[in-house]
């Protein structure tokens, strides 16, 4: 009986460490970098906090977008072609859209930190009422203009480029109009600020 009892005892602490290894390793798999930002993961180009699809496209590959028009929340009439000489930020949202009000904020702070290189123009889609986009830029001190698209026809000018169902999304348009990076999915201010300051390199 007392082998039998030692035996129990060195089962029963066996399966403790086990379980206490688990514990450890799901832990581990949730560490991130800082509130904001997820730890790097393969397929991201090596950017930190980017939850969604990276493509990156070199300055040798890269294709003219074409130029998108419309009218913006408060009336104007707004071109991507009144931004050549800087590098565009396209950034595709709705109101309705719950990652979009996640990465709204980060996207704010991105466009103030490149101001000096970049110029940062939204897209809102499927908004029937620009009450609630209005209300939205309101609320997140977007400072930057938005198109208005509640049927979706100005994004289907990216047709071949842009999946229609990717919101949010975002375009990195490079200083000669083409698309130099294309992320599927919320992004961080550093990743963001990172993307943008390499195409403006001319990277």
Not at 91 to 113: I, M, T, Y
Request: aromatic share 4%; charged share 20%; with cysteine.
């Amino acid at each position: 009986m007392p082998t039998r009892s030692r035996s129990v005892r060195t089962l029963t602490s066996g399966l403790r460490v086990l379980v206490v290894g688990v514990v450890v390793a799901v832990s581990a798999g949730c560490t991130t970098t800082g509130a904001d930002e997820p730890a790097r993961s393969a397929g991201q180009e090596g950017y930190v906090g980017v939850k969604g699809n990276v493509t990156q496209i070199p300055p040798a590959q890269r294709q003219p977008l074409p130029t998108v028009s419309g009218t913006s929340l408060d009336g104007r009439p707004v071109s991507t072609a009144d931004y050549r000489d800087k590098v565009l930020v396209l950034n595709v949202w709705g109101s309705w859209c719950p990652p979009c009000r996640e990465e709204a904020p980060a996207l704010q702070r991105a466009s103030v930190k490149t101001a000096d290189v970049a110029q940062f123009l939204g897209i809102t889609t499927k908004d029937a009422d620009p009450a609630q986009p209005r209300a939205f830029v309101r609320v997140n001190e977007i400072t930057y203009p938005s198109i208005f698209d509640p049927t979706g026809k100005t994004l289907l000018t990216f047709a071949g480029t842009l999946p229609p169902s990717a919101i949010p999304s975002t375009l990195i348009v490079d200083q000669q109009g083409r698309l130099a990076a294309r992320v599927l999915g919320p992004i961080s201010e550093l990743s963001l600020v990172d993307m943008v300051d390499d195409v403006a390199a001319g990277k």
